[in-house]
T-cell receptor, first 111, second 114 residues
């Protein structure tokens, strides 16, 4: 089983729709969770950290389910500019600098 | 604009050349990272420096040699690379391992080995 697993997609979604991604992680002791987005031929950019109580930033909502070991990202009212690859990223151990990346989910918003 | 600056943006080199990639951050971060990313794959960790000391080497071949001259700078020295080393090389920084904060990436150096 991969340490961090994502559906690679592609997800092709009409503009204005709501889309959700899940990501599962194998280590129950994992400490920190993040969603990054990466545009083609660009660097990963932090979209949001994921907190235990869930958190929202505009059209984006992230949730953590420790019991089932998954995190989710919900995008409401999707825009063309949301087209990107979304990377699920986990820090497995407290005090360990290493982040473990999922393979990414590719999202294309269709006009 | 990224707060982690990498130079050069693009580099083409032969297998016998020696070159260096440079990374700089002025956010006061104490952990810095080198990653390698191939097309359609996630970034792969190469090295981690924590408080200017090498803390993680992910079994990277010796033709890649990292250096951290001070807390703001990180270099990656390249020598005798192979064509399969062609990739996007990303530098990142974070506040430090103890903070559980995210990493911030530079925009990368796209490296091509002829």
């Amino acid at each position: 089983r991969k340490e961090v697993e994502q559906d690679p997609g592609p997800f092709n979604v009409p503009e204005g729709a709501t889309v959700a991604f899940n990501c599962t992680y194998s280590n129950s002791a994992s400490q920190s969770f993040f969603w990054y987005r990466q545009d083609c031929r660009k660097e990963p950019k932090l979209l949001m950290s994921v907190y235990s109580s869930g958190n929202e930033d505009g059209r984006f909502t992230a949730q953590l389910n420790r019991a089932s070991q998954y995190i989710s990202l919900l995008i409401r009212d999707s825009k063309l500019s949301d087209s990107a690859t979304y990377l699920c990223v986990v820090r497995m151990e407290r005090g360990n600098e290493k982040l473990t990346f999922g393979t990414g989910t590719r999202l294309t918003i269709i006009p | 604009d990224t707060e982690v600056t990498q130079t050069p943006k693009h580099l083409v080199m032969g297998m016998t050349n020696k070159k260096s990639l440079k990374c700089e951050q002025h956010m006061g971060h104490r952990a810095m990272y080198w990653y390698k990313q191939k097309a359609k794959k996630p970034p792969e960790l190469m090295f981690v420096y924590s408080y200017e000391k090498l803390s993680i080497n992910e079994s990277v071949p010796s033709r890649f040699s990292p250096e951290c001259p001070n807390s703001s700078l990180l270099n990656l020295h390249l020598h005798a690379l192979q064509p399969e080393d062609s990739a996007l090389y990303l530098c990142a920084s974070s506040r430090g391992a103890e903070s559980n904060q995210p990493q911030h990436f530079g925009d990368g150096t796209r490296l091509s080995i002829l």
